[in-house]
């Protein structure tokens, strides 16, 4: 359906996965989409991808910690398309797994450029288009949301702190038509959890099958989700299917968690 036809969709964090899949569900919605990430290899690929599905990309390779730089994505995207009606922030950086009573305080602070300044830094700048627009922004937050398990402490802490930003500005920017969302994603089915469930079965001498099938054993549907479901839900919110809905956390998770 094209649900996001006519429409410019702003992507930061673009990657091999979700990024991807956010990036390449927006296209085939009907938008084009502007595609932001520090790694130039990987902008171009998901670029051509994007126009070959018969949409306009522009890729803007880009340190998001960076406030000039911020500045010029947001003009060279409203330079090349005169509007930008979404923004999904994708871009995050790994917190240190350590118990909150021994992390390294200063490294703690530096994963917050990225999981949380970053998205409101760019989420102001672009509010004078996406209030033109009557626009969307939604966050990827996780379902870390959800526990508070060892050593996940300082990933809960910015994770929170982004559900927070999204939820405040949900409140501040809602009279100007712009609506504020986020999805929390569990496990996500893709190369870098592949890649560490091959490493878990090695070191127990299993096949890789039976780690996934233990972990999606803890999830009501008994699988786990996939880029492409997560990206399907980041257009819903995008769209106007849901231009009733703001300041929401929507889980993605299979029911591994109920919320």
Avoid at 24 to 39: Q, S
Avoid at 69 to 88: K, N, P, Q, W
Avoid at 144 to 156: E, Q
Avoid at 207 to 212: L, T
Wanted: with cysteine; glycine share 6%.
């Amino acid at each position: 359906m094209p649900l996001l036809d006519g429409r410019v969709v702003l992507v930061s964090g673009v990657g091999p996965g979700l990024g991807r899949s956010i990036a390449l569900r927006a296209a085939a919605a009907g938008a084009d989409v502007v595609l932001a990430a520090r790694t130039a290899s990987y902008l171009d690929d998901v670029a051509k991808e994007v126009t070959a599905a018969g949409r306009r990309a522009l890729a803007v390779p880009v340190d998001v910690t960076d406030e000039a730089a911020t500045e010029r994505l947001v003009s060279t995207a409203v330079d090349a398309f005169g509007r930008v009606d979404a923004v999904v922030h994708n871009a995050f950086a790994m917190p240190p797994m350590r118990d909150l009573t021994k992390v390294d305080l200063d490294v703690l602070r530096l994963s917050f450029e990225t999981n949380v300044f970053a998205a409101l830094r760019l989420t102001r700048m672009l509010k004078p288009v996406l209030t033109e627009a009557r626009g969307s922004v939604v966050m990827v937050n996780s379902a870390v949301l959800r526990h508070s398990r060892r050593t996940f402490g300082p990933y809960k802490m910015a994770k929170a702190s982004l559900l927070a930003v999204a939820q405040s500005l949900a409140t501040e920017l809602g009279p100007a038509g712009v609506r504020v969302n986020s999805v929390a994603p569990s496990y996500i089915w893709a190369d870098t959890l592949k890649g560490y469930f091959a490493y878990l079965a090695s070191k127990r001498g299993v096949p890789a099958e039976q780690v996934y099938e233990e972990t999606a054993a803890t999830t009501d549907l008994r699988r786990l989700p996939e880029p492409d479901e997560i990206a399907d839900v980041v257009v819903f919110l995008a769209s106007d299917l849901a231009r009733a809905v703001t300041g929401q956390c929507v889980d993605v998770n299979c029911g591994e968690f109920h919320h």
